[in-house]
């Protein structure tokens, strides 16, 4: 019988937690990832409130309010893992999660920083992100973090991002190859 989302991933946090600082071996990492994929994909079609809540759950726990920065670390790693391994469906609605958060970090008194980890795990993470306009709100939110958040300034590697991304105009590359793409399923379609 297949493993409850829940209990993936309660299995994969105590996993965690035992490592402490040395981390798990990629190999007991990359087990209890694809145990969490699999679950959260199975419980996508039966249990989407299941699904819902603990792709809820991993997002606060890559938080700052996680103070066990180790066990924070190794969730980075599952965020990472997650972006690569499900669904474009499932996974549009676990960005869309982080994305609410950054929002509560720029709606929230300039020195609020509670999401700063998910900012950078999403940054690091872009190129994984299936969906344009994710990828377009993500970039436009930390541009308005950075800009009106002291503390998302002088985070080097979201800066980056922002600045790679506007310097290769990956907006524009975007748009053309949407277009390419629709143009040959047009083509494909007759």
């Not at 994969?12 to 679950?39: C, D």
């Amino acid at each position: 019988t297949p493993v409850s989302p829940d209990a993936a991933v309660d299995e994969f946090l105590a996993a965690a937690a035992a490592a402490g600082e040395s981390g798990l071996s990629e190999e007991r990492f990359r087990q209890f990832a694809a145990a969490i994929t699999a679950s959260i994909s199975q419980s996508y079609s039966t249990s989407p409130q299941t699904e819902q809540s603990v792709l809820g759950l991993i997002v606060e726990l890559a938080g700052e309010q996680n103070a066990n920065t180790p066990l924070r670390d190794e969730v980075h790693r599952l965020v990472g893992r997650l972006m690569a391994d499900l669904a474009p469906e499932i996974q549009y609605q676990f960005v869309t999660f982080c994305l609410r958060r950054l929002n509560e970090d720029l709606l929230g008194s300039r020195d609020t920083r509670a999401w700063r980890p998910v900012a950078y795990v999403l940054a690091a993470n872009y190129s994984l992100i299936k969906a344009r306009e994710l990828r377009r709100d993500l970039i436009e939110k930390l541009g308005l973090l950075v800009k009106e958040n002291p503390c998302y300034k002088n985070d080097f590697f979201i800066e980056d991002l922002l600045e790679i991304h506007k310097r290769m105009r990956l907006e524009h590359l975007e748009e053309l190859k949407e277009m390419l793409e629709s143009g040959q399923s047009g083509t494909k379609k007759s």
